[in-house]
T-cell receptor
Framework: SQTIHQWPATLVQPVGSPLSLECTVE??????LYWYRQAAGRGLQLLFY??????ISSEVPQNLSASRPQDRQFILSSKKLLLSDSGFYLCACRTGVSYEQYFGPGTRLTVT | LAKTTQPISMDSYEGQEVNITCSHNNIATNDYITWYQQFPSQGPRFIIQGYKTKVTNEVASLFIPADRKSSTLSLPRVSLSDTAVYYC??????????FGQGTELSVKP
């Protein structure tokens, strides 16, 4: 089955600094890839999804961007972080026709 | 756009069966119903998926009535480790999964 790697596990960044979070997937090819953010409390917000290399769909307009330079690599970036960007960032992948998504361990981002 | 409604929280005791019901009145003909479980500081984990009637796996059962306007996740004999948030989802356009607030299940000794 798929394994998703995310790093770093935790990150503290000042307001206005750049951001780069990386997600890599093992054990599958041609996956659909997703970035979610979970703010304090419950509920995951879908930020971006990708069905292939270079194909990115944005769900919520904001100061974040995503890129997929390789089939199993998904990167979340920002040029200037805002306080509201704090949260738990999760990468997920899905293959095949099932709606089973596999999630990575997540990155806890605190913007100060 | 199909939307799901589920209780915000539920309490139970160890050894009991827990049933979490999700309402999805506007479910589309081709929609599958999917349930996920999330522990604190972890990503959600797939539990079960179904289209109609009943689906059972080693973790849970999913009951879906004929009109498919609701579904019930059944957890047999819960333990403390089943304390988590449970999400009911319908796939969105393009197969995207949109997570709502979920149901926070608290299992007490």
């Amino acid at each position: 089955s798929q394994t998703i790697h995310q790093w770093p596990a935790t990150l503290v960044q000042p307001v206005g600094s750049p951001l780069s979070l990386e997600c890599t997937v093992e054990g599958t090819s041609n996956p659909n890839l997703y970035w979610y953010r979970q703010a304090a409390g419950r509920g995951l917000q879908l930020l971006f999804y990708s069905v292939g290399i270079g194909q990115i769909s944005s769900e919520v307009p904001q100061n974040l961007s995503a890129s997929r330079p390789q089939d199993r690599q998904f990167i979340l970036s920002s040029k200037k972080l805002l306080l509201s960007d704090s949260g738990f960032y999760l990468c997920a992948c899905r293959t095949g026709v099932s709606y089973e998504q596999y999630f990575g361990p997540g990155t806890r981002l605190t913007v100060t | 756009l199909a939307k799901t409604t589920q209780p915000i929280s539920m309490d139970s005791y160890e050894g009991q069966e827990v049933n979490i019901t999700c309402s999805h009145n506007n479910i589309a003909t081709n929609d599958y119903i999917t349930w996920y479980q999330q522990f604190p500081s972890q990503g959600p984990r797939f539990i079960i998926q179904g289209y109609k009637t009943k689906v059972t796996n080693e973790v849970a059962s999913l009951f879906i009535p004929a009109d498919r306007k609701s579904s019930t996740l059944s957890l047999p004999r819960v333990s403390l480790s089943d304390t988590a948030v449970y999400y009911c989802l319908l796939p969105n356009q393009g197969g995207k999964l949109i997570f709502g607030q979920g149901t926070e299940l608290s299992v007490k000794p």
